[in-house]
């Protein structure tokens, strides 16, 4: 085999993603059918419930603004050349700074609890991804495995905080008070009631635009500043970095703050819009399908975008596929996740030859 | 007295679970010595333990759920070599992408075939399991403190897939260090250019280390659910195969020094269960979570080069790309 072929753009940007998701959803479909139910009433009711109301769409951009933030913070590390598996302890100890603020603050207007809580987020999670980056950047430590062991520090200590420090006095399970009313983010039903319209209740909150607004930095960032320029080239190239004087430990540091950062903003959603206190494991894996959301997405803030709301629309759709058939649980989900990621990431070279024999290219061998 | 027997205890504890984590740890020596990182342990040891459990809850023979149990660890490490080697695709990618996979996988086909939530039914014959075996005369042993203690609860009393572990560390470190095949595996892993130009095939080598790393995660998952408990149970690998990897890192890619290192990491394990609530003396009582934490935090600071300083194997995680 040489190298892989290049495709043209639309193909390489549209057509393969697509046909890697196709070939993901026809073999979750075969594990459907082995479990004893049909593939089409199950597609059919995982489309209705992502998207057929208004609160399944709320619910289903609620899930997608949880793997945007994830998404991007996987992605920014990626354009520096890093490879950032630890977004589920940096979102972990994100959601912690947010969710002290928020306890603190919990009495005070939104407009000053809020832009403390977003801070907080950001600094903790960063914070998180402080010790990895610099051991890559001064040490040459693999951050893939030092990011995985800082995951499970992470659950170490927030289990120990939540068991023992932060844990609501006289409850048995390992979650804090709720925060104080001024703590909540104004929920997208609440927002919109204001304009006169109105919306069925979810847990859809102020959260997703600030993720959209993440998103929209990220591009500006990466593509539109001399630090996104440097950034780049450090991921492509570190000999050519240095030669054109840009240290690449410093980006290398800058770039995992800033993921870790974007990261960490996960609790803004999870804990300030939805449940309203710090609870166990609330990060759920969305660090992790936050791969899978860069990867699909090709790295680029749109692209997050769209996968970031496919894989909302999978959670959200897989919930009501768990409720309405008996035979499938919430893990069927967590199974079409682990298949995307397969054939959208690790298989995605496997079309590509064939693609390029279909447009007559050469470099398939 | 006390102590001395407290100490016996934790210390057959550490040997029980630490037997995974050797399994988990030389399957990924075979495999990152040939240049892939084996971050997909944890999902082929996953798999491993609910083909066990399952199989064997079914046939009520556990010699057949330990058969299954390494058929589909090795079906996913096939899928993962097919990935990562034939198409050279993302090997950390592949990897994550078969450990939630198999996450998910696990408890929703326990659902739909045993029908009681997301586990596999208790394994309550004897058969079904592998149980442990009493060495002669343990039990008139017991009675003498020293060494007699020792013999009943150290080399006695554990299941076959312990032993299996313990004998494994010397034949690894035989097979990579005293043969050809290990001359071979550890060279494609340093440098595939120069065993490519000899005229071996690295793209074969590669699959040999995938598909010994695959048996081994079966026989480590197995030990999870058909030896060390009664049946398959959601997320029972509970990070082991990552933790087995920090072994492996610990150890420095290396056969005995990972068994220390196993052995270190669950013995941090059987002491913190000890030492749940119990208050020491100066420190007063150590939060479980901290001692749990500690290998990960060892881990790191061996990573940085506080502690020594591990070396990887230097062509791991890079496709090789043949020339034309």
């Given amino acids: 085999m040489s190298a892989p072929a290049k495709l043209p753009r639309w193909a390489e940007l549209g057509l393969l993603p697509l046909l890697n998701l196709l070939a993901a959803l026809v073999l979750s479909g075969v594990v459907v059918k082995i479990l004893g139910e049909s593939p089409w009433v199950a597609g059919q009711l995982m489309l209705r419930g992502a998207l057929g109301s208004q609160e399944g769409i709320g619910y289903t951009l609620y899930y997608a603004t949880n793997f945007m933030f994830t998404g991007l913070a996987v992605a920014v590390a990626y354009h520096a050349g890093l490879f950032n598996i630890g977004g589920e302890g940096q979102a972990y100890i994100g959601g912690l700074g947010s969710g002290l603020v928020a306890l603190w603050l919990g009495h005070l207007p939104f407009f000053v609890v809020g832009p403390c809580a977003v801070f907080a987020g950001a600094a903790f999670g960063a914070a998180w991804a402080l010790v990895p980056a610099w051991l890559q950047a001064r040490r040459g430590s693999h951050i893939v495995i030092t990011t995985i062991m800082f995951n499970f520090i992470a659950a170490s200590l927030m289990t120990y905080l939540l068991v023992n420090v932060l844990i609501k006095p006289g409850q048995q399970s390992p979650e804090t008070r709720e925060f104080g009313a001024g703590a909540f983010m104004p929920s997208a039903s609440d927002v919109f009631a204001k304009l006169g319209v109105t919306l069925a209740p979810s847990p859809l909150n102020l959260a997703f635009f600030l993720a959209l607004g993440a998103a929209a930095l990220v591009w500006m960032l990466v593509w539109r500043t001399r630090w996104g320029y440097a950034l780049r080239v450090v991921g492509q190239n570190q000999d050519a970095a240095v030669y054109a004087g840009i240290s690449p430990p410093r980006v290398i540091v800058q770039a995992m703050l800033l993921s870790g950062a974007l990261a960490g903003c996960l609790g803004l959603n999870e804990l300030l819009g939805a449940q309203h206190r710090i609870l166990i494991d609330f990060p759920g894996g969305a660090g992790f399908v936050g791969i899978a959301v860069a990867l699909m997405g090709r790295n680029h803030p749109f692209g997050i975008f769209l996968a970031a709301v496919l894989f909302g629309a999978l959670a959200q759709g897989g919930s009501q596929l768990a409720f309405d058939l008996p035979k499938i649980n919430r893990d069927m989900v967590v199974v079409i996740q682990g298949l995307v990621i397969l054939f959208c990431g690790a298989l995605e070279n496997v079309f590509r030859a064939p693609l390029a024999a279909v447009f007559g290219l050469k470099g398939a061998k | ?324």
Avoid at chain 2, 203 to 227: D, N
Avoid at chain 2, 249 to 270: E, H, N, Q, V
Avoid at chain 2, 278 to 307: D, N, R, S
């Fill in chain 2, 1 to 324: 007295m006390e102590t001395y027997t407290l100490i016996v205890l934790t210390l057959a504890a550490t040997i029980r679970v630490a037997t995974p984590l050797l399994l988990a740890a030389l399957a990924g020596l075979f495999s990152e010595r040939s240049g892939v990182v084996d971050l997909g342990l944890e999902g082929k040891m996953l798999g491993a333990a609910f083909a066990a459990a399952a199989v064997s809850a079914a046939t009520g023979s556990a010699w057949a759920g330990l058969g299954a149990g390494i058929a589909t660890a090795v079906l996913l490490a096939l899928l993962l070599a097919f990935a990562t080697v034939t198409h050279r695709g993302n090997q950390v990618v592949a990897a994550m992408a078969v450990n939630i996979m198999v996450a998910g996988l696990g408890p929703t086909l326990a659902l739909a075939w045993f029908n009681i939530g997301g586990q596999t039914p208790q394994l309550d014959q004897p058969a079904q399991r592998f149980l442990a075996i009493v060495w002669p005369g343990s039990a008139t042993a017991r009675e003498v403190p020293f060494p007699g203690l020792l013999y009943a609860e150290l080399l006695s009393g554990h299941n076959l897939l312990v032993y299996l572990a313990a004998a494994l560390v010397p034949l690894s470190a035989w097979v990579l260090f005293r043969t050809r095949f290990g001359l071979r595996l550890r060279a494609v892993g340093e440098n595939p250019l120069a065993v490519d130009t000899a005229g071996i095939s690295v793209t074969g080598l590669r699959y040999q280390a995938v598909l010994i790393s695959g048996v081994l995660c079966g026989v480590a998952g197995t030990y999870l659910s058909i030896a060390a408990s009664a049946g398959f149970t959601r997320d029972m690998t509970a990070g082991k195969g990552y933790l087995a990897l920090a072994a492996l890192i610990f150890g420095k890619w290396r056969p005995y020094p990972t068994l220390g290192a196993c052995l270190l990491f669950a013995f941090t394990d059987a002491l913190a269960s000890r030492l749940q609530g119990v208050a020491l003396p100066l420190v007063g009582v150590i939060p479980v979570q901290f001692i749990l934490a500690l290998p990960y935090v060892l881990t790191v600071l061996l990573l940085a080069g506080f502690v020594g300083k591990a070396v990887a194997p230097r062509a791991i995680g890079v496709p090789y790309a043949k020339e034309n």
